[in-house]
T-cell receptor
Framework: ETGVTQTPRHLVMGMTNKKSLKCEQH?????MYWYKQSAKKPLELMFV???????ENNSVPSRFSPECPNSSHLFLHLHTLQPEDSALYLC?????????????FGDGTRLSIL | GESVGLHLPTLSVQEGDNSIINCAYS??????FIWYKQESGKGPQFIID?????DKRQGQRVTVLLNKTVKHLSLQIAATQPGDSAVYFC???????????????FGKGTLLTVNP
């Protein structure tokens, strides 16, 4: 059971395609996050949104474009990706405005770039 | 730079034994620590957390120990079961002035394998 739902679970795309990843949380949280998980590397924070406002862009290439229309939904728009972008993309959410709050993760989108 | 790392990348135990997974952190300003479990094909699942003003916290079959003197964190799993097989991550949040919830730093993870 997860309060954070990600779609699609798997995505294969060519380098010239445009696709979007979707995340929805049902936990009443106000902060949402995108992470990249590659093999044998720690989770890498990509973007943070607090109350729909982007508060962190961790030097992510512009071929990744996030969108947060409301506190429950988060998108990651993809275009002209590179083979090294193949990874598991994880969405998370948490309460915001204070410290010491765990982040809750979805099950991710497994992205493969051909 | 600051980092969170794990002593052992893999751990294999017999069903019913106790498991101990270790984590070293280098940021002495860290204020809050979390253990996550990630099963194959799933996202990280919150297990237990601990604040820096505590040295021990217990959950259901799990205990987290924090030793701030040597900057060491451990996760103990009692009576390990096959369903406990997964990768376990520790994560930390440093205390910055003004506070910031989102600066979680993750270790690489330890793969726990439980043999029946």
């Amino acid at each position: 059971e997860t309060g954070v739902t990600q779609t699609p679970r798997h995505l294969v795309m060519g380098m010239t395609n445009k696709k979007s990843l979707k995340c929805e949380q049902h936990l009443g949280h106000n902060a949402m996050y995108w992470y990249k998980q590659s093999a044998k590397k720690p989770l890498e924070l990509m973007f943070v949104y607090n109350f729909k406002e982007q508060t962190e862009n961790n030097s992510v290439p512009s071929r990744f474009s996030p969108e947060c229309p409301n506190s429950s939904h988060l998108f990651l728009h993809l275009h002209t990706l590179q083979p090294e972008d193949s990874a598991l993309y994880l969405c998370a959410s948490s309460h915001s405005g204070g410290q010491n709050q765990p982040q809750h993760f979805g099950d991710g989108t497994r992205l493969s770039i051909l | 730079g600051e980092s969170v790392g794990l002593h052992l990348p893999t751990l294999s135990v017999q069903e019913g034994d106790n498991s101990i997974i270790n984590c070293a952190y280098s940021n002495s300003a860290s204020d809050y620590f979390i253990w996550y479990k990630q099963e194959s094909g799933k996202g990280p699942q919150f297990i237990i957390d601990i604040r820096s003003n505590m040295d021990k916290r217990q959950g259901q079959r799990v205990t987290v120990l924090l030793n701030k003197t040597v900057k060491h964190l451990s996760l103990q799993i009692a009576a390990t079961q096959p369903g406990d097989s997964a990768v376990y991550f520790c994560a930390e949040i440093p205390t910055y002035s003004g506070g910031s919830n989102y600066k979680l730093t993750f270790g690489k993870g330890t793969l726990l394998t439980v043999n029946p």
